[in-house]
């Protein structure tokens, strides 16, 4: 298992308005949390701010997509400076939704890992199998590659969190079984050492997503190689979410 202290993130999508954000705020301002997890929470670009300015800082703050380099004549583009510059530490790559539906390849996700690195913005990589993917038992050859990808963009592997976020259970109400989950989390887990040391298996925290939520969190959480998750949908109702986070074993 990971040595890793429990992490779980919140990715908002894009969802929300300056009221339901200052809602979702103030819902997770007022919970209770478990003093062992680290909390990240994934606003739209546009309510950052706002959720930095009025969040307490027990919770940290990640985008969902940044620019694969240094800021300048990229249009509707935003920099890991920018974001650095506004108090938000994290960001996500790989999502399966970037990867699927805006079509983002292992090559130019491994250019924004490598970057927003450099600039110490830590990374939340998502690696995950479609269904067909699973169906034709490719699930290991799937993310191992995607892992490959990710692995020739790192060196500074305490910036990064991997999130195994199957695809076909992402918004879909159909989450991994436990085993399921366990399974891959310990062949990545194991890739890990083979392939970068064991050092960095075991500390390098490896989440689990796709539609967590507060019923079925504490079963997956029970699972010797889950250290937490990525969470979509139930991120955005603050006591769930806290459900959620409270789930560390
Ligand atoms: C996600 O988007 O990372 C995710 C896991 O979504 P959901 O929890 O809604 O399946």
Known sequence: AG????FVGGNWKCNGSKESVSKLVSDLNAATLE???DVVVAPPFVYIEQVKNSLTDRIEVSAQNVWIGKGGAFTGEISAEQLLDIGCKWVILGHSER???IGEDDQFIGKKAAYALSQNLKVIACIGELLEEREAGKTFDVCFKQMKAFAD???????????YEPVWAIGTGKVATPQQAQEVHAAVRDWLKTNISPDVASATRIIYGG???GGNCAELAKQEDIDGFLVGGASLKGPEFATIINSVT
């Open 35 to 37: 003093s062992d997890v």
């Open 3 to 6: 040595s890793g202290k429990f």
């Open 99 to 101: 990867r699927h539906i």
């Open 211 to 213: 539609s967590v939520n």
């Open 153 to 163: 963009s790192i060196t500074n592997w305490q910036d990064v969190v991997i999130a």
